[in-house]
């Protein structure tokens, strides 16, 4: 009678035991090599629309946002792709002028690094354009103080959140709102 107790007790810790051995293996791959899941590093829970005086700063505005958001996401090439984009509407709208030169150093460029650098060069040339033109709505001048060996650098955003277009996934987050520009 005691061998019959101890048979019903292990009996189904054996069968457990039996079935677990039968699985195979599960392997597990980490976050960073799972190619199958893509996120937009760019994305943020809120944005806001702004409303200029000239339609051509307002079409500037949104492609420049386009280019931060794929520099914000570390693709160079899809960088080099949407500045081709942005530097045919700037030859048509701002002939000859220092924006269309830097928008076509950007295109030319292989490397993310040197993209950066002149999209920081970009942000610079298109501050005060940005500031007088705005009609309506917010415009988010943003500042990462680590970008280039510390010597820092600003982007606009039509969003309160940081996403760091100089960092990209290595900083998203690092920065600030330097000043809001609102009408």
């Known amino acids: 009678m005691k061998l019959k107790h101890i048979f019903f007790f292990i009996a189904p810790f054996l ?12 392997t597990k791959v980490a976050p960073s090599q799972n190619t199958s899941i893509s996120r937009d590093l760019n994305e943020t829970n809120s944005h806001s629309k702004s409303i200029f005086n000239n339609k051509n700063v307002e079409e500037l505005f949104n492609q420049y946002l386009a280019l931060k958001a794929v520099l914000v996401n570390s693709n160079g090439e899809q960088s080099k792709e949407v500045a081709s984009q942005l530097a ?12 269309v030169a830097i928008i076509n150093q950007i295109k030319a460029q292989d490397e993310l690094k040197k993209q950066r650098v002149y999209f920081e060069d970009l942000s610079k040339e298109i501050a005060s354009l940005l500031e007088t033109e705005l009609q309506k709505g917010i415009i988010y001048k943003q500042f990462c103080p680590m970008a280039f060996e510390g ?33």
């Open 15 to 26: 069968f457990v035991c039996c079935q677990c051995k039968n699985k195979a293996p599960e």
């Open 88 to 99: 045919v509407f700037a030859e048509k709208q701002f002939p000859n002028s220092k924006i």
């Open 151 to 183: 010597k820092g650098a600003f982007w606009f955003s039509n969003s309160k959140e940081i996403r760091n277009p100089y960092y990209g996934d290595e900083m998203l987050t690092c920065g600030y709102v330097q000043k809001t520009i609102e009408k």
